[in-house]
């Protein structure tokens, strides 16, 4: 495959991204203007923005790109049980873990009010953030550079540059933008190599969507402070950065890292025994 190709290939999957993503928060601005429950509107945002992305992907790829999708990773709907299983496995451990360091369990917000914030959790953060970035970031563009580059350079680059893009805009200091790139691009490996394992995007997108709802979706905070918009805080008694995961949270600390490295050795070891065979 030409280079052209993969840098065209590349930036019409970003596009899509993007367009998706505004579609769906306008649509949802609409539909909030109606009068329309919060809660609604952000199930309906998740739902136009995980639709709206896949129809876009689908379209670029067979008329531009001359592709099926699943030339890209992006098969027929199916998830492996073992990566169901490690999806909701991983936060759970993760979120678990940080109840043997002193801290204190705080209730937050009613439930009422919590409801339109877990409904974006699950639809938006968790069921369409996740599964859209796994199509554009381990569908499209790893895909796309293994064709071109091959296997090595198509994990690798992709991964980096997920976790470069959590730090725009955040003005995070130095040591901050260090360990969200480092912390990013680890568990950007982690979704590459559960893809590849099944040569899916499906098991990746169920791994990232669950871990965003349970760790971001609004249940339960865990951080320095309280959160504002969560059912219940676990608000710690330290102020380690490696515990914390500093200015960005939970998701680039120490404990997090563990477990993107443990589930990308189990990855690693399942292709290995799958290319034995």
């Not at 769906?24 to 923005?49: K, T, V, W």
């Not at 890209?72 to 936060?91: C, D, E, N, Q, S």
């Not at 805009?169 to 790139?181: A, K, N, P, R, Y």
């Amino acid at each position: 495959m030409k280079t052209g190709k993969v840098v065209l290939g590349i930036t019409g999957a970003v596009l899509a991204l993007i367009v998706s993503q505004l579609a769906a928060q306008l649509l949802a601005g609409l539909f909030a203007a109606l009068h329309l429950p919060a809660a609604l509107c952000n199930i309906a945002g998740g739902i136009l923005y995980a639709v709206i992305a896949f129809l876009l992907l689908k379209l670029f790829a067979e008329k531009g790109m001359k592709m099926r999708l699943s030339e890209l990773g992006i098969p027929k709907i199916k998830i492996a049980p073992k990566w169901l299983f490690t999806a909701f496995l991983l936060p759970l451990l993760v979120s678990g873990s940080y109840f043997l360091f002193p801290g204190k369990l705080q209730r937050g917000i009613p439930l009422v009010e919590a409801a339109p914030y877990l409904c974006a959790g699950i639809f938006f953060t968790g069921l369409a953030a996740g599964t859209v970035e796994e199509m554009v970031f381990r569908g499209f563009i790893m895909n796309l550079l293994d064709k071109r580059f091959g296997r090595l350079p198509a994990i690798l680059l992709p991964s980096l540059l997920f976790g470069a893009v959590h730090i725009l805009g955040m003005g995070f200091g130095m040591l901050s933008c260090i360990q969200v790139i480092v912390a990013g691009t680890l568990v950007g490996i982690m979704f590459s190599l559960i893809a590849l394992e099944g040569r899916s995007v499906w098991n990746s997108a169920a791994v990232h969507a669950v871990w965003n709802f349970i760790i971001l979706g609004g249940v339960l905070y865990i951080g320095e402070t309280a959160g504002k918009h969560s059912l219940f805080s676990y608000i710690l008694e330290t102020n380690s950065f490696a515990i914390t995961g500093g200015e960005f949270g939970v998701e680039a600390s120490m404990i997090s890292i563990v477990g993107y490295i443990a589930v990308s050795l189990i990855a690693y070891r399942c292709i290995k025994k799958e290319n034995k065979k």
